[in-house]
């Protein structure tokens, strides 16, 4: 039986020690619960669904020493076929990965995946967040990846080392780094 601690949800990226819903909550005003209730799951659900939004998880499954939520953990990684799941959803044109390309991140991960298909990335910008694509091989369209910032604790220390978070910081020394994602999300989402 899982325990869940005061404050988590029972859903995808419930943890009360994940900042993805309070991001969301911030920018689209969802007054979202933070409770294990099935009140909070479908106040997700239905925000998911309105906005026409899937999200899953790139690792389908991972074995792990110590449990925690840490992607360096992770060991025998078994991925979820996105490029599979992307054929039978033509209308998906973009993946954003919450979380980057440094090792068992989502678009390490995805790299990982579209070697099998012997795809690639195209770099459309280098800068945080990086933005590329690639054709889809079952309909030749274009798909867009964006390797956003991860909704952690752990990556507050990479947001407080990005020069564009030390500059935002100068001109509002009351932001934070969860202010900080807040804005980068919002260009996304």
């Known amino acids: 039986m899982r325990e869940f601690k005061e404050g988590d949800v029972d ?17 689209f005003d969802l007054q979202l619960k933070f ?7 479908q106040q997700r659900k239905d925000f998911l669904i309105q906005r026409g939004i899937g999200i899953c998880d790139i690792v389908h499954s991972a074995k792990r020493d110590k449990i925690d ?12 076929e996105l490029i599979e799941i992307l054929g039978e959803h033509t209308s998906v044109d973009t993946l954003l990965f919450t979380g980057g390309n440094s090792k ?3 678009e390490y991960f ?17 800068e945080v967040p990086r933005i590329h694509e690639f054709r889809h091989p079952s309909d ?20 407080g080392s990005l020069q564009k978070y030390k500059d935002a910081k100068a001109k509002n020394p009351e932001m934070n780094t969860i202010d900080f994602r807040v804005e980068q999300y919002r260009n996304f989402f």
């Open 11 to 27: 859903f995808c990226y419930g943890s009360r020690d994940g900042q993805l819903w309070p991001i969301l909550d911030r920018l």
């Open 35 to 41: 409770e294990t209730t099935k009140a909070a799951i």
């Open 69 to 80: 939520a840490s992607d360096l953990g992770m060991q025998d990684v078994q991925l979820r």
């Open 104 to 106: 068992n991140g989502p």
């Open 110 to 126: 995805f790299r990982r995946l579209l070697k099998r298909y012997d795809l690639t990335l195209n770099v459309i910008s280098s």
């Open 140 to 159: 030749q369209r274009m798909v867009t990846t964006v390797s956003l910032i991860a909704p952690s604790g752990a990556a507050n220390r990479a947001v």
